[in-house]
């Protein structure tokens, strides 16, 4: 049944770009303009970076002095505090990928995977700032609230799931430092950080296709809002932007789209944690719940505080 449904959307794809070919290139040129200015350079640096930290062991002196305070917020070990700050402050999917790198390396065990995978997977707070709320929606004091709106409910539900699992299951044992630092693994870092980037822009050119295939359907405009930016975040936050909605409207739809990640976002991580035995399918739900928190925590913002 996946294999029937995979193929029968390849032919629609297929056809859609044979029938329009103009709004086909257009939506193509779009992703990959969206992706050149604003996904590689805020994502590129902190790619490469991360694959450097990674492969020169000197992470431990990196989270070793923030650990014992992060522990009293979410319990993670040293390698699983490195996953969660560089999921929230360098941007998604750079969470599930130093996830799934650790993971592979034996450096976090697979309980702590399962969790951190997902809950460290957000937008970065320059992406928030900048594209959504001054770029798109031109909402200049929301910066905080949303951080609050999009961040908290992940970091308790990890905080709760991880409490959950024993001490045990996080332990590691310590070996001797063994940092080093050479050539070689800064330019693997930048192969693997243009690789991962690369990959990326071209999931984000399909989707933003897909996204514009939904725009020429004869439905109701809120319904096609919905479809464009459950398939690709970025064209469903530019979509709300063009609306007739209210400001407030706009708000929330975006905090929900940008909770969840897409389509686009999901198939990402697929590719990020791929042969590493993490489950999409409990992403996309976990994904789905968190987006209708934020959602609530948004409209309720709203309610209280209008635009």
Not at 91 to 109: V, W
Not at 236 to 264: D, R
């Amino acid at each position: 049944m996946k294999k029937k449904m995979f193929i029968l959307i390849i032919l629609l794809c297929l056809f859609y770009i044979l029938k329009y070919p103009a709004v086909t290139v257009n939506a193509a040129a779009n992703g990959l303009v969206l992706w050149f200015e604003h996904i590689l350079p805020a994502l590129l640096p902190f790619a490469i970076l991360s694959n450097i930290i990674i492969s020169s062991d000197i992470l431990p002196s990196l989270t070793g002095k923030i650990l014992p305070i992060l522990k009293h917020i979410i319990p993670v070990s040293e390698s699983g505090a490195f996953v969660l700050l560089s999921g929230f402050l360098f941007g998604f999917p750079m969470g599930s990928k130093n996830c799934a790198e650790l993971l592979r390396q034996n450096k976090i065990t697979k309980e702590e995977a399962d969790i951190l995978f997902i809950i460290t997977n957000n937008m970065s707070p320059v992406f928030i700032q900048s594209y959504i709320l001054e770029q798109q929606l031109k909402l200049h004091g929301y910066f905080v609230l949303s951080l609050l709106i999009l961040y908290l409910p992940p970091l308790i539900l990890g905080s709760f799931l991880l409490r959950k699992q024993k001490a045990s299951d996080f332990s590691h044992k310590k070996s001797a430092s063994r940092s080093k630092i050479n050539f070689q693994i800064v330019d693997a870092g930048i192969m693997n950080g243009f690789e991962t980037l690369t990959k990326i822009g071209g999931y984000i050119m399909i989707f933003s296709i897909l996204a514009s295939c939904f725009s020429m359907l004869s439905l109701p405009n809120q319904v096609k809002l919905c479809f464009i930016g459950i398939t690709e975040l970025t064209n469903g936050i530019h979509a709300i932007s063009h609306t007739s909605m209210t400001k407030g409207s706009q708000y929330v739809l975006a905090m929900i789209f940008t909770a969840f990640g897409g389509l686009s976002g999901i198939s990402q991580t697929s590719a990020m944690i791929k042969d590493t035995g993490l489950s999409i399918k409990r992403y996309c739900f976990i994904k789905a719940v968190l987006a209708i928190i934020s959602g609530l925590l948004a409209a309720t913002i709203i309610l209280i505080n209008p635009v």
